[in-house]
């Protein structure tokens, strides 16, 4: 195998620029020559195609994934008092965002076969208290949503979809956004659909809901300098949104080029790595893509490869020995959110799945940019490594 000219990077997220040059820099010079920078056509043109792209009635763009959570919890009266549940696995937004609206995060453990929040654990953390479960899709692969939208029915719950990492991921015959009361999305520069900037956005079926969200992201007011609400200033800015517009067209292709990418991971052979998802039945679809059968639901999914994760007991030796080599990795992520500083009050608690996780995870580069040759010769390395 050749050796590769320069360090293979987990994510230049600059190429999608060099991609689409041109018309990225069309739409950034439209917006600047338009004199007008927030609120305008673009923001409600891209909440337009964006609704129309998840599958849902609305959409209102924000400033980033976090607020997008959090505007959707305050809009739902949730706070100070009230339980939400969340994944014990997870990125600590999802924690913060409960926590910001004064609620109290409740973990439940993932299936360590998805990732994801296993929906046989959540009935026993439901009390009086809980108002929401937070489901969230990590790495791109759907959470079992039919379960949770039982249990929610069954004891009057909403369910916020986190969709910060499920950008066009498919769940039996739905995208992911659409499938719980709303959805919160991300489009910080490394999710699969990245803007240039900070930016996120709030879909759902519920007009009221959508109204409110777009109400308290705005200062609380409808109406210019008239406040119906302690509002926040939450919003998504033009220029965000006509790079987010020029990229939406590419996104599937985007997709299906991580698919490829993930496929050429399945002929990893190496005794001592676990690839992700080995648990669940595989099946190759006809556009390229990749289909796995959820282990309790048994509804099809089909993930948008927001990370490739294996998991390895010997995980800092195999990452120091990919970075001896020039192939850089990611840990996704080193600490779960009850063993964080930030919650010093749940430190002490116990959530062997999260912490397994943590210690044995490694997500290896996985994006619509790497050439056959790099991911050969990553896959080369790692067999070798064994
Ligand atoms: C990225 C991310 C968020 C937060 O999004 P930001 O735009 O960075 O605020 C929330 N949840 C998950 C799972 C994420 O990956």
Partial sequence: MSRIEKKIPFYDIGESYQELKSEIDSAV????????????????SFEEEFAEFIGTKYCVGTSNGLDALFLVLKAWGIG????????????????????????????????????????????????????????????????????????????????????????????????????????AFSF???????????????TTNDRDLA????????????????????????????IQAAILRAKLPYLDEWNRKRHLVAKEYYKIDNPKINLPYQGLQREN????????????????????WHQYVIMSEKRNDLQKYLNSL??????????????????????????????????????????PFISNINLQYIINKIDASY
């Avoid at 679809?285 to 948008?304: A, E, H, M, N, T």
Wanted: include cysteine; hydrophobic fraction near 35%; aromatic fraction near 10%.
């Fill in 326 to 367: 020039d192939i850089e990795t990611m840990i996704h992520y080193p600490v779960p959110p009850h063993k964080q500083k930030a919650y010093s009050m749940m430190n002490n608690l116990s959530f062997p799945l999260a912490e397994q996780i943590a210690k044995q995870c490694l997500s290896l580069p996985i994006n």
């Fill in 80 to 183: 100070e008092g009230d339980e939400v549940i969340v994944p014990s696995n997870t990125y600590i937004a999802t924690w913060l965002a409960v926590s910001y609206a004064g609620a109290k995060p409740i973990p439940v453990e993932p299936d360590i076969r998805t990732f994801n929040i296993d929906p046989a654990l959540i009935e026993e953390k439901i009390t009086k208290r809980t108002k929401a479960i937070i489901p969230v899709h990590l790495y791109g692969m759907p959470a079992d949503m039919d379960p949770i939208m039982d249990l929610a029915e069954k004891y009057d719950l909403k369910v916020l979809e986190d969709s910060a990492q499920a950008h066009s991921a498919v769940y039996g015959n739905k995208k992911c956004g659409s499938l719980g009361t709303a959805s």
């Fill in 29 to 44: 010079a439209k917006v600047l020559s338009s004199g007008w920078y927030i609120l305008g056509k673009e923001v409600a």
């Fill in 211 to 238: 109204e409110k969200v777009r109400c308290l992201s705005n200062y609380g007011s409808k109406i210019k300098y008239y406040n119906e609400y302690e509002g926040y200033n939450c919003r998504l800015d033009e």
């Fill in 188 to 202: 910080y520069p490394g999710k699969n659909l990245g803007a240039f900037g900070d930016g996120g956005a709030i």
């Fill in 285 to 304: 679809l006809q556009d390229d893509k990749i289909c796995f059968v959820q282990p309790y639901s048994g509804i099809k999914s089909i993930p948008c």
